[in-house]
């Protein structure tokens, strides 16, 4: 299938990787509920630094949670 997708110059404010890699659970799990991922008032699982949809459907979601099951093992220590 084919898909269109859009290129936009933005700002993004984001945590560097030093900095989340000091982060206490407790901050990640906080930076992660307000400042990585929001869901918007359509439902839409979104990028909270950039803005852009994650997962539209539920079948999305639940693909991206299977991919990032699958990439698990392969982040961090």
Do not use: W
């Amino acid at each position: 299938m084919t898909y269109k997708t859009f290129t936009c110059n933005q700002d993004v404010v984001a945590v560097d990787i030093h900095t989340m890699g000091d982060m206490s659970l407790e901050d990640y799990n906080e930076y992660i509920r307000t400042g990585l991922l929001t869901v918007d008032h359509h439902d839409i699982l979104r990028s909270e630094p950039a803005g852009y949809p994650l997962a539209v459907t539920k079948a999305q979601f639940n693909a991206l949670l299977a991919y990032l099951k699958e990439i698990g093992p392969r982040v961090g220590a």
